[in-house]
Structures are given as structure tokens and as C-alpha cells.
């Protein structure tokens, strides 16, 4: 299995609940901008895609909370894509402290959706390895 994609991100004030915790809605936008992160450093430009006239999309998404995050800690958001055959795949992201404890994960159930039809690609993995220069960085070989 290829090595997860790893992004640090400071925890920001702005990003807690009343309780001092880390909203929800902030550990889906630490996970959007991971994910968009490996995509781009895998070399995809989203330019490209839309040209193709396609999209991602999420389809589901799951928040494991397993420890409190606080405000001014850092993690890393480890992404690994997990491919399957259909039109759907698998994106799964661990939030780790610096010793390595896990304190949420995210798993998103995605797609690649065909712009002008408005209905999923069959085989995803196919086109996002047709635009990624750097395909393993998807979990693609």
C-alpha cells in the first residue's frame, strides 16, 4: 500500500465551537484542502478536468472523533485513496498529532462526475490517472 499524503495544519481560534474544540465543519474543510492538496501535487490541474468536463464530487462523508483538538496544536492529515472497480472510490484521511496520535478520521465515498451528462464516470481511477503526472501520490500505479 503506498504512503498516505501528508499536510500540516495549524489549528486556528476561528475553527472552535463554544467548548474550545475544533468544529466539525472545520475537520471537513482540513480534509477538502488535503484531499486538494494531493491532487495537485500529484500535478492533476482542475482546470484540466473541467475542460474534460469533469468533476469530483463527494458522495458521503463520515467524522470519526476519537481525542479532543484544541486550539493552536498542529496535525497532519494523512490522505490515501482507495480505488475500487465502478464508479466509486474511497478517500481516507487520519488527523495526527506530532506523537502520532490519531484524533479524527474522515472517510469520504467520491466520484468523478461527467459534467455534460451529469452522471458518474465508470472507472474514476482511469481518467484521474490519465491527468496526474505523479499518479502514486493517488494510490495509483
Do not use: C
Not at 29 to 41: G, L, M, N, P, Q
Not at 67 to 72: F, G, I, N, W, Y
Not at 83 to 107: M, N, R, Y
Request: hydrophobic share 45%.
Amino acid at each position: 500500500m503506498p504512503e498516505p499524503f501528508r499536510v500540516t495544519i495549524d489549528i486556528r481560534t476561528d475553527d472552535l465551537d463554544i467548548n474550545g474544540h475544533v468544529r466539525g465543519p472545520a475537520y471537513l474543510a482540513y480534509a477538502d484542502h488535503a484531499r486538494w492538496e494531493s491532487v495537485w501535487a500529484a500535478g492533476v490541474d482542475p482546470l484540466a478536468l473541467k475542460a474534460a468536463n469533469l468533476g469530483p464530487v463527494n458522495l458521503e462523508t463520515t467524522i470519526r472523533f476519537r481525542r479532543e483538538l484544541r486550539a493552536r496544536a498542529r496535525i497532519d492529515v494523512l490522505t490515501r485513496f482507495v480505488w475500487e472497480p465502478g464508479k466509486i472510490s474511497l478517500v481516507v484521511q487520519e488527523f495526527v498529532t506530532p506523537d502520532g496520535t490519531v484524533v479524527a478520521e474522515v472517510e469520504s465515498l467520491s466520484g468523478l462526475l461527467d459534467l455534460e451528462r451529469r452522471r458518474l464516470v465508470q472507472d474514476p481511477a482511469l481518467h484521474w490517472r490519465k491527468y496526474a503526472a505523479r499518479p502514486e501520490i493517488l494510490g495509483l500505479t
